[in-house]
T-cell receptor, first 113, second 116 residues
Framework: DAGVIQSPRHEVTEMGQEVTLRCKPI?????LFWYRQTMMRGLELLIYFNNNVPIDDSGMPEDRFSAKMPNASFSTLKIQPSEPRDSAVYFC???????????FGSGTQLSVL | AQKITQTQPGMFVQEKEAVTLDCTYD???????LFWYKQPSSGEMIFLIYQGSYDQQNATEGRYSLNFQKARKSANLVISASQLGDSAMYFCAMREGAGSARQLTFGSGTQLTVLP
């Protein structure tokens, strides 16, 4: 089985630019999560979807961040405009209704210069 | 208050020895789940083991076992017969509540180094 697929693996951009991170969850999983990992704050949940519908976006830091899930097999996390403090590893994860375990993607290492 | 506390920023263990990584949690919900994930230097998050709050027995998965002490609100991970490949960051996490919520709250992690 293919796992959660994230792209790109690494992104380097300049302050003020738009950044789009992509995620393909495991087929059949109806929950999708976006996490951010930094040294200072550890792993933080940004937003999660159930059946493509955003359920809780209270972890999204500011209006510069937005996430969409247009269909069951694709989600994006967009930062516009990006700032240096957004530099982090962004993880996407998915799970199914009847299983507890979250399956994580390999993460996107974002560096905003 | 921290929901998940991992008090050991770093741990060292000799190869082939057992090691215990500590995790305490805080919740008033009677239904919850506890997880351990491993993050090697390559960065991916690897699920290791799960314990439900109503599970009667401690969870085990190969060399991993979870020492679940409900009254103390602790869920320590025990790795037996450590291997060099076990060197990684280990995260304890909790899911609160039953039903459809699946979001996890993570601890700050413990960096385990296995010495040859």
């Amino acid at each position: 089985d293919a796992g959660v697929i994230q792209s790109p693996r690494h992104e380097v951009t300049e302050m003020g630019q738009e950044v789009t991170l992509r995620c393909k969850p495991i087929s059949g999983h109806d929950y999708l999560f976006w996490y951010r990992q930094t040294m200072m704050r550890g792993l933080e949940l940004l937003i999660y979807f159930n059946n493509n519908v955003p359920i809780d976006d209270s972890g999204m830091p500011e209006d510069r961040f937005s996430a969409k899930m247009p269909n069951a097999s694709f989600s994006t996390l967009k930062i516009q405009p990006s700032e240096p403090r957004d530099s982090a590893v962004y993880f996407c994860a998915s799970s199914s209704q009847d299983r507890e375990k979250l399956f994580f993607g390999s993460g996107t290492q974002l560096s905003v210069l | 208050a921290q929901k998940i506390t991992q008090t050991q920023p770093g741990m060292f263990v000799q190869e082939k020895e057992a090691v215990t990584l500590d995790c305490t949690y805080d919740t008033s919900d009677p239904s919850y789940g506890l997880f351990w994930y491993k993050q090697p230097s390559s960065g991916e998050m690897i699920f290791l083991i799960y314990q439900g709050s109503y599970d009667q027995q401690n969870a085990t998965e190969g060399r991993y076992s979870l020492n679940f002490q409900k009254a103390r609100k602790s869920a320590n991970l025990v790795i037996s017969a450590s291997q060099l490949g076990d060197s990684a960051m280990y995260f304890c996490a909790m899911r609160e509540g039953a039903g459809s919520a699946r979001q996890l709250t993570f601890g700050s992690g413990t960096q385990l180094t296995v010495l040859p």
